[in-house]
Each structure stands twice: as structure tokens, then as C-alpha cells.
């Protein structure tokens, strides 16, 4: 529940991302010793992950907002469909089954509906580091009788999901593996260097060639890198709303693109010693013109909605082209509920600014659609109702927390029932 058209004033702390945090999870299972993950963020998918791991035996316990894992002994080699469909990061615990155990059993994995998201090219390099598999309708049971082995994988297209998959695989592979065509996000990065911290050799992460050296992984602790799409919302909203934010712990250089596009909408924004970001914006912005979305270090398309929703009360026109998923703007019809004037032609969403928005009731049907309606809402004149808050909660802890502590007037009802061991469902 939003009551809009409230200018934004404070500052807020970057979580750890979403997005490495998941695979790190999942690589945490190769090591032999005690895993400390810090600050992890209380998300749904965290919260799948880690029933995830308890299923595959490996139970974590959360201790001042750190996740502690004991990885080593003895591992499942099935995921249970429901936990496959949760989340599209299911796919990250293949390759820790198959190098551990030399077996994995799963379903196809679910997640946003943001189009088709085949996981041909994990498979593909899976197989060329030794895994056999084999399909049953959406039923993979795939064997690695002989252990991973190092090898030559070039990627077809830069995968984040993918590059990560075959991070983890080779990290406890037998030998040498080249991932060619690497996806060259930040989460990658970090995923790598988690991996290291755990002992593994990997040369050229962050860079499209990826040399890993495979051996035995020990324990470690890790901080994952802050969440540059929690930044990014943070930044969209404020520049619609008005208002003077500081952003703490967000790095500036995965922030680029998106500032450079709000500073040519009228913004102000500037680093803020080394980790933060300053944005002040009287509200008043101007459209900004055709923006693409692409592969890092290009405009994120995690971000393309959040900026969406920016623009809807920005003067003149904006084209937003998607170029990485089918389905990325399901947003756009709730945002004409709101009064947006907006055409979603498949990839490209074309939005002519309108002076004000008026709050009205809508759905958030995936996670950053979800978190784009936000913003609409907190733009908005009047009282907005945002359904389908979990999918908002896939990526972000506390959304009502994170704009209140920045003066919105906005409440969430989702109940935590949370479990000692940190399983937990929202009611
Ligand atoms: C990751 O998804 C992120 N998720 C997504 O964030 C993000 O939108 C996406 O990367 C792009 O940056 C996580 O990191 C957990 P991809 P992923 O594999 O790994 C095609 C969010 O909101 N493809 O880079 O699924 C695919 O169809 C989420 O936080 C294949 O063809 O993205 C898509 O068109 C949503 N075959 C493109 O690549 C494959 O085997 C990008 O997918 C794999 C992917």
C-alpha cells in the first residue's frame, strides 16, 4: 500500500546482490571446510535456496544476519520439483551434485516468466566437462561417472547463468578449463571471488576468456558485492519523486549507464566518497530518449522497468529496447491502470510522459516489473495497492522498509514466518 507523490530525503545502505549471493550459495557446496556468507539479505530466493540446501543435506544457520554452511559431508543428488520450479537459480546446484556426488536429478528450473530461458548452453558445457545427460520431458538425470573434467567451452552468447554454472563445475574439475564468450557481470566477478577465497585458481573473470584451474575447495568467509538493481531502484524512484538521496555501499562504475541517463533527465548525480552515491533531482524530468538494454557493461536489463517507471511522468519520449529477454515489460499494462501513456510492442516499450500519475490497484507479475510498479506508485497521486508482493520479495528484503527509511508513506502486509534454521514462507 503507497500513498504517492512524496518527495525522497535520506540515505540508505546497499545490500549484498540477490544475484551472487544465489550461485555462491550453491558453489559453497564444493568446499570441504566451514562457509561463512555475510550479510546475507533475507530474500525469497535466499529463503529457496536455502531449504534447497537443506534438502541436499547441507542445512545453514543464520547467526547476525550471516549465513554459516557446513558443506562436506554427504550430499543428495535430487532436487525436489517444487524447490526446481521456485526459482530459476535452482539450476546453480547441478554442477555442485554432479562434481560432488557424480549424480544429479532435477526438473527444469522456474523463475521470472521473462520469456524463454532454455539452459541449453549449461548443459552443453556440462557435457563437455564430462557429464552425461539425459532428458525426459522436463526431467534431467544427469551422471558424471568418471568426475568433471577440464576442457574448451565457448559460449554462444554471454550467459550469465551459464558462465556461472560452468565457474562452479570447473572450480572442481579435474584440470584446466577456458570458458570463451564469458558473461563479464559484476556477480560474476564476485562469484570468482568467492570461488578463490575458497582456493580455486581462475584468471580473467570479468573479462570474456575465464581460466579456471581445478582442485579441492577448503572454507572461507565472504562478503558478496553490494546489489547494484536495489541501487538502481533506489535511484529511479528518487529521480520521478523528487527528492535528495545518498545510496552507502554502491560502487559507482556498475551504476554508470544508469546515471548517465538520469543526469541527462535533469538529475544530479555524483559519487559520495568511495562507496556511495548522491542523487538529487527536483522531479521534473526530461524523457530520455532511446535506451537499449545488453549484456555488461551495457544498461542492465534488470533495470529497463525501473527506468520505465521513471519515465512515465518524464516530458517528452522514451523507447525502451529490450534486447535480452522476450517478456521483460508485463508492467507496462498495470502502469496504464495508473494513467501511463504506454505501448509495449514486444521488446520495445514506447512511453509518452504524462503530467501526473493517479495511484490505482495493480499486480506485480515478475520481480523487477514488481518493483518498477513501486516506483510508479510512489510517483503517483493518491493511495496505490500492489499485488502480488512476492514477487517483489525475490529480490528485495524489505521494499516498504527501504522507502520509508526515505520518508514514503508505504506499508506491506506480507507476514516472515521464519524457521530457526532459516527456511522460511511468506503468508
Ligand atoms: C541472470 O539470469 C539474472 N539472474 C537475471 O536477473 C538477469 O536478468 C540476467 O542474468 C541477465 O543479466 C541471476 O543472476 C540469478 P542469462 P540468467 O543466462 O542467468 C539466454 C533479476 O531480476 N540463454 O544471462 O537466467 C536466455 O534465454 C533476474 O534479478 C540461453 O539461450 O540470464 C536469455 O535470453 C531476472 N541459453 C539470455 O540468454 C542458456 O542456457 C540471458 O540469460 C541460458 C541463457
Known amino acids: 500500500m ?12 546497499m545490500p549484498c546482490a540477490k544475484n551472487s549471493v544465489l550461485p555462491i550459495l550453491a558453489a559453497a557446496m564444493l568446499a570441504r571446510g566451514a562457509v561463512r556468507i555475510r550479510r546475507v539479505p533475507r530474500l525469497r530466493d535466499v529463503e529457496t535456496s536455502l531449504q534447497l540446501l537443506a534438502a541436499l543435506g547441507c542445512p545453514a544457520v543464520q547467526i547476525d544476519g550471516d549465513l554459516l554452511l557446513a558443506p562436506g559431508g554427504p550430499m543428495g543428488d535430487t532436487v525436489p520439483r517444487p524447490l526446481m520450479a521456485a526459482m530459476r537459480s535452482s539450476i546453480y546446484y547441478l554442477a555442485p551434485m ?12 522456474g523463475g521470472c516468466r521473462l520469456g524463454a530461458r532454455p539452459i541449453d548452453l549449461h548443459l552443453e558445457g556440462l557435457a563437455a566437462m564430462g557429464a552425461r545427460i539425459s532428458a525426459d520431458g522436463d526431467q534431467l538425470d544427469c551422471t558424471a561417472p ?10 554462444r552468447f554471454p550467459s550469465v547463468g551459464a558462465t556461472e554454472t560452468l565457474l562452479i563445475a570447473a572450480a572442481a574439475a579435474a ?16 562469484l570468482a571471488g568467492f570461488l578463490t577465497a575458497c582456493g580455486a585458481r581462475i584468471e580473467g573473470a570479468g573479462t570474456s576468456c575465464i581460466r579456471v584451474l581445478g582442485g579441492p575447495l577448503q572454507g572461507c568467509e565472504y562478503t558478496p558485492i553490494p546489489d547494484r538493481i536495489t ?3 533506489v535511484l529511479c524512484a528518487a529521480a520521478a519523486c523528487g527528492g535528495q538521496v545518498l545510496l552507502r555501499r554502491a560502487p559507482f562504475a556498475p ?7 538520469l543526469r541527462r533527465a535533469g538529475c544530479s548525480v555524483r559519487r559520495a566518497g568511495q562507496d556511495g552515491v548522491v542523487l538529487e533531482s527536483d522531479g521534473c524530468l526530461t524523457a530520455a530518449g532511446s535506451i537499449s538494454t545488453g549484456v555488461y557493461p551495457a544498461f542492465a536489463t534488470d533495470a529497463g522497468p525501473l527506468l520505465a517507471a521513471a519515465m512515465l511522468t518524464a516530458r517528452g519520449e522514451t523507447r525502451l529496447r529490450e ?13 496504464a491502470r495508473m494513467g501511463a501513456k504506454v505501448d509495449c510492442d514486444g521488446r520495445l516499450l514506447c512511453i509518452r510522459g504524462v503530467p501526473a500519475l493517479q495511484g490505482a490497484q495493480v499486480t506485480a507479475q515478475d520481480l523487477r516489473g514488481g518493483a518498477a510498479l513501486v516506483i510508479a506508485a510512489l510517483t503517483a497521486q493518491g493511495e496505490s495497492r500492489i499485488g502480488g508482493v512476492e514477487y517483489i520479495r525475490r529480490g528485495y528484503e524489505d521494499i516498504a522498509g527501504l522507502f520509508g527509511a526515505l520518508g514514503a508513506e508505504i506499508s506491506c502486509t506480507v507476514q516472515q514466518v521464519c524457521s530457526p534454521a532459516g527456511a522460511g514462507v511468506s503468508a
Not at 503507497?2 to 545502505?13: C, K, N, Y
Not at 568426475?147 to 559460449?155: K, Y
Open 146 to 155: 568418471n568426475g568433471l573434467h577440464g576442457a574448451e567451452i565457448r559460449l
Open 175 to 190: 584440470g584446466e578449463t577456458r570458458i570463451c564468450g564469458a558473461a563479464r557481470e559484476p556477480e560474476v566477478c564476485d
Open 2 to 13: 503507497i500513498r504517492g507523490g512524496r518527495p525522497l530525503a535520506g540515505e540508505v545502505e
Open 323 to 335: 534486447t535480452i529477454f522476450s517478456n521483460r515489460f508485463s508492467c507496462a499494462a498495470q502502469f
Open 231 to 233: 541501487a538502481q531502484t
Open 255 to 261: 551504476l554508470q549507464p544508469m546515471a548517465g541517463i
Open 98 to 109: 554432479l562434481a560432488r556426488g557424480g549424480r544429479a536429478r532435477v526438473t527444469l528450473p
